[in-house]
């Protein structure tokens, strides 16, 4: 039994279903990466998976309990976190302020989670006064992160958190990331940079259409002439 | 004698603009505060702000007489100030009542914010109406207690000069209030979870959503602090000159004026923006005529006009003129508050 | 079966009216028939604007009082001492305070940015105003120091007042163009404030500018496009006609000028609905609500909304202008205190809101309900407050506050109708198709 086992979810927004009994799982204190061609239901798997959309078919469960009818913020509680792909910062408050947020539910004291987080992104250290939207990119990512973080998950769910930043960023952010799960979080992430992203998974899903296309070790998907071929560029 | 027609001309000036300016400013700038949490909040234009206020005020009114049909006063401050907290309480109750039979409907159908927007007006409808019916549509004076402050008359004494500033009782309590109340909202806003969590709702609602933070909670806060801004902001106007229920409806234009100009949605920009109309207003509908008498060199000098800019019949024009200015250069505001 | 429902609706609408006639008078039966023609055709113009478009106007008043405004300036007869007195200096001076506007327009738009421009700007507009100022001035009290009395006033052109109803509409329309030109591609709350200063300051300029419009003192006489009662009854057919039916000639006579006021206005509703109904179901109707129901992929699609909003914007008001013209018409006279928000601009939101917003003719049937309501509330209050207090002491201070303000009731029907109409019909009686 994995820590995440999202099974068989079939759904999308309104009539048409965009997910066909897709299964996504990830282990404790690993990262499992979904990747696919645009279009493929990458980020509604995600949100699946959160609660953000109904599905009339499938379950998720975290930890042995079945979550599938819990709300996103009854999910939250449970200790699932998630970084949106966009507007995932609150822009005009402080950095600080983003952390103390994204522990809201926490009545406990939150001081040694943010110190954690700022040991983790140093940079957000020096900014914690400046607003977040005034922020680089990257740096917003990382306070989008840490904001999530805060809740101190035991999962948490990343929505191409690297679009749009340069590729040493990338590099930068999905090296945190790493650090992250080996600290025992597992780690649930969309990406659009299929080979980079599957390079730190220690699981990947290729989905295609909304359904499961192929389901390896990213090494082993990395290795796979046909993922290469289709989804890698050669 | 050079430096006495200048202090002269310093007096005439903030007698009749600098006092009144400061006190009209502080009671736009909370009603402004008002209407721009609720913008940021709930994300769309009140209009039933300026009724908030004429209930919240007719309240206070209600309560005033009460306590001075006991023979209960402040001294020689208003016994309203003594009324204000009741007014609060009511003015609260009935706009959360107004949340949760209109407002609250529309939250969970995701109405457009123009949906919310002619409700408002249907609340304002009925508050306006619930008013008229209450306490009536006429012109209500409820000051009481010492008239000034400082008189004319008393500053002239003290300093030597052919002007004095009068300092009008309602006006001093106007300015204090306002900044003890601006503070308050501020420490509230910047230093308690509850208030951050408002900012934070204000700046990204998904994400606060996803944070835990409960929307119910945030709206009933917002409309809360809403009504007792209306309440006081009200009551301190219906002190300083009147109360009127359609003066109230009709204070909705500068109210508005200051939210945008401010940058709708920040709570600086309604402070800098309530302050920067009252002072145009002011300043762009005073007669200079005196101060300018003062301030040319020789004493036979006599101004051959009022010398003012606009007539005070176009007071709300000025309001609306900047309005249209703010719009035409920066739609944002001063202070970037939401856009679009 | 859409059109079963409106002949029904507009059915139990007459039969309303005629039971007024019935048990009220025949007189304010036809009274509310004049208005709610009126209100009708208002409430189509905003329909336009709302219902096709989604832009919300909250300054139908001003609108509307520049239609009266119209109706001022074509009717009466122009007052040749005050031209003398200072009419071209008048003139003179709003010419100079119109260059001053361009003027400054193409400073901003000619020169570059920077501390130049605003300088420059700044000495053209307080120059120019200054200099506006030292003529309008002496100019316009010279005018209203000519007989006060009576006139102090320009005065009009002296033409016929149904010419002032295209030209209330188009005077409508150049303040539409303003207002919309600057706030019109802004959030939709921009429009609608600014829409709200902008009828207070016309209004607020035809309740002071005296030289213009007398002000406060109003302007009363205007002439009609209908015959008097008195000319009436002189007539020997009128007498005639009278005494063949039966009627009293007198009574009779005030209710045959409001039905040929009837007549002018269904003419001019009429006319109306049927270019609405023309546009709702051409292309330009179709694009206009595919752009109401969806901005974005409107734009998308390459469609100038901007320029689209801009349009029925300044159409819908026209149509105001047009309705607030008839109405000076009907009144004969310009009270400039008769404007109030509440009764021109919110009670047509009512009106559009009730009938259907997007839906013509539930805009027309709005328009005749709602004005119905909002007339017969008064006797209705009056009574249930006088049933309601009855078992009290005639002296009691509860029972006189209550008779005194069964008044306000309306304002409060008018909100909660509103608010139950939005919340549990909120297509209106007559929805869109």
Known sequence: ?234 | MEGMEILNALAVFSNYVLVPALTYGSQLALGALGVTLIYGVLRFSNFAHGDTMAFGTMVVILFTWLFQSWGISFGPLPTALLALPFGILVCIALVLLSDKFVYRFYRRKKAAPVIFMIASMGVMFVMNGLVRFIISPKDIQFRDGERFIIKAREFKQMFGLDEGVAIKVTQGITVVIAIVVVIALFWFLNRTRTGKSMRAFSDNEDLALLSGINPDKVVMITWMIAAALATIAGTLYGLDKSFKAFTYFMLLLPIFASAIVGGLGSPLGAIAGGYLIAFTEIMLTYAYKKVAEYMVPGDEWEADSLMQLLSTDYKFAVSFMILLLVLLFRPTGIFKGKSV | MSWMRNVICFSIMILMIVGVGYFQSWNVAWGIINLCLISAIMALGVNIQWGYAGLLNVGIMGFAALGGVAALLISVEPVPEAWAAGGWGTVLSLLIGAVTVVAAIFIYKGLPKGFLRTLIMLVVCIGGFLLMRSIFDPATEAIEKVNPASTGYLGGLGLPIILAWPVGGLLAAGAAWIVGKITLGLRSDYLAIATLGISEIIVALIKHEDWLTRGVKNVSGLPRPVPYEIDLQQASWFIEMTAKYGLDTTSFSSIFVKICYAALFAVVLLILIWFSEKALKSPWGRMMRAIRDNEVSANAMGKDVKARHLQVFILGSAIVGIAGAMLTTLDGQMTPVAYNPLRFTFVIWVMVIVGGSGNNWGAVLGGFLVWFCWVEAEPLGQWLMTALTSGMADDSGIKIHLLESAAHMRLMTMGIILLLVMRFSPRGILPEK
């Open chain 1, 1 to 234: 039994m994995s820590f995440l086992t999202a099974e068989n979810m079939t759904g999308g927004y309104g009539a048409a279903d965009i997910l066909h009994d897709c299964t996504i799982t990830a282990e404790e204190g690993e990262i499992a990466v979904i990747v696919g061609p645009n279009g493929a239901g990458k980020s509604t798997a995600m949100k699946a998976v959160f609660g953000m959309l109904d599905i009339h078919t499938g379950s998720v469960k975290l930890d042995g309990e079945d979550i599938t009818k819990l709300s996103p913020q009854a999910r939250v509680a449970k200790g699932m976190a998630f970084v949106p792909q966009t507007n995932n910062v609150f822009p005009t408050i402080s950095v600080e302020e983003n952390l103390e947020m994204g522990a809201f539910l926490r009545e406990d004291d939150i001081s040694k989670t943010m110190e954690q987080v700022y040991e983790l992104f140093p940079i957000l250290k020096d900014k914690r006064r400046q607003n977040a939207g005034e922020l680089s990119g990257g740096q917003r990512q990382q306070v989008a992160v840490g904001r999530a973080l805060m809740t101190q998950p035991k999962l948490l769910m990343l929505d191409e958190p690297t679009a749009g930043v340069s590729p040493i960023v990338m590099d930068e952010l999905f090296d945190r990331i790493i650090e992250v799960a080996r600290s025992g979080i597992s780690i649930l992430m969309v990406e659009q940079n299929a080979r980079q992203a599957l390079n730190i998974a220690d699981k990947g899903y290729v989905l295609v259409q909304g359904r499961n296309k192929f389901t390896d070790t990213g090494e082993a998907l990395l290795a796979n002439p046909e993922v290469r071929k289709s989804f890698l560029g050669g």
